[in-house]
């Protein structure tokens, strides 16, 4: 017990990373399509998690290609933990809304990611409860990761989760989140989500306000994985009247697009591992993630998503193999600015063909 004692008492430092490699073949890319598809760099990142008595840190930067953004900060925060229920989590800190970590199996996420509702993080901090039947979450975050802090000032999109950039900026944000667990082993999971935060308009100086709700639902089982989700999203912009308030800019990977001010989003993602012995394979999990974003003005055209994949696990060596298919999709075809707030009635479906190959340590 002395011995148990004395090591709590020692600061604690682990490090970890990642390299990954993309192959990809568009059905929108002609030029690639004759050269059999692209196989290049992905990203590196690096992982730090350290500990001293019940204060801990977290923190991960990677580096893409210039072109993605280059090098940034996905989260970095201090935590501090009051027992083995309660905890408080302070800087570039997921936010608490939706499905947790990810609403998806896939290497693409889901639709909810491109729209900055699914593994986000933002500057603040958040209280975490976590017992045995039931978790909750509150926090505040004061803006968006900044990179600059000037007066007028646009928001940098070089940074890996989406939020809100051009000449609006988010802006003291509330989330509360509670989940009920469910059935012998709490693999059932179901809860709510709800947020609501300000819009600041570099021009006209004012600030509208954003507020979403969200349902969601989780079956963790030993080999099945479902996840459920339905959200309402609304954004109020104070934009000049030259403007129009109805689209707004999000941004991430270093290039903006433009957003549909009011949607509602639908997503059913399903996963089946499957345990082997194939050389170094361990394992094979099998999904299909789905995504509908439901855009509230009536001459929009409404955006879909659907992967279909399968992650081969082989030691520290995780690849996924994926199909993904969108419809006025920004990242696979169409026209990037549009796709997710206007749209184009005329759209196809198009897809992409990728294999991911990452080692983890």
């Not at 909810?112 to 509702?117: A, E, F, I, K, N």
């Not at 509208?208 to 030993?222: D, K, S």
Request: charged share 20%.
């Amino acid at each position: 017990m002395a011995q148990d004692a004395e090591n709590e008492e020692k600061p604690k430092l682990k490090l970890g990373g990642a390299l990954r490699f993309n192959y990809n073949l568009s059905s929108w890319k002609d030029g690639q399509k004759d050269r059999g598809g692209d196989f290049g760099y992905d990203m590196f990142r690096v992982n730090a998690e350290g500990s001293y008595k019940r204060i801990f840190l977290n923190v991960e930067y990677r580096l893409y290609s210039e072109a993605f953004g280059g090098g940034f900060l996905k989260q970095g925060w201090m935590g501090y933990k009051i027992n083995k229920e309660d905890q408080i989590q302070v800087g570039l800190t997921q936010v608490p809304f939706g499905l947790q970590q990810y609403n998806s199996h896939n290497w693409f996420f889901n639709l909810t990611y491109y729209v900055g509702l699914e593994d986000d993080h933002d500057m603040g901090i958040k209280y975490i409860h976590d017992s045995d039947r039931i978790q909750y979450q509150l926090a505040f975050f004061k803006n968006a990761e900044e990179l600059q802090f000037g007066s007028t000032t646009e928001t940098d999109p070089s940074r890996y989760s989406y939020d809100i950039t051009g000449r609006n900026k988010e802006i003291n944000q509330f989330n509360g989140k509670f989940i009920y667990k469910l059935g012998k082993d709490r693999q059932h999971q179901l809860g709510t989500s709800v947020q609501y935060g300000g819009i600041y308009n570099l021009d006209t100086k004012e600030t509208g306000n954003h507020h979403g709700f969200a349902l969601h639902y989780e079956y963790l089982g030993e080999k099945w994985n479902v996840k459920a989700q339905g959200m309402i999203i609304d954004h109020n912009l104070k934009t000049p009247d030259t403007i129009s308030d109805k689209v707004l800019q999000f941004g991430a990977y270093g290039a903006n697009y433009g957003l549909a001010a009011k949607f509602n989003m639908y997503s059913l993602a399903v996963s089946r591992s499957i345990p082997v012995e194939i050389g170094p394979i361990s394992n094979l999990e099998f999904y299909n993630d789905f995504g509908f974003m439901d855009k509230a003005e009536k001459d929009f055209e409404d955006s879909y998503m659907n992967v279909t994949g399968v992650l081969i696990t082989a030691g520290n060596v995780y690849t996924y193999i994926d199909y993904a298919a969108g419809y006025n999709h920004s990242w696979l075809g169409g026209n990037f600015v549009d796709d997710f707030s206007v749209g184009n009635p005329d759209a196809k479906w198009e897809a992409r063909f990728n294999i991911n190959i990452g080692y983890y340590f």
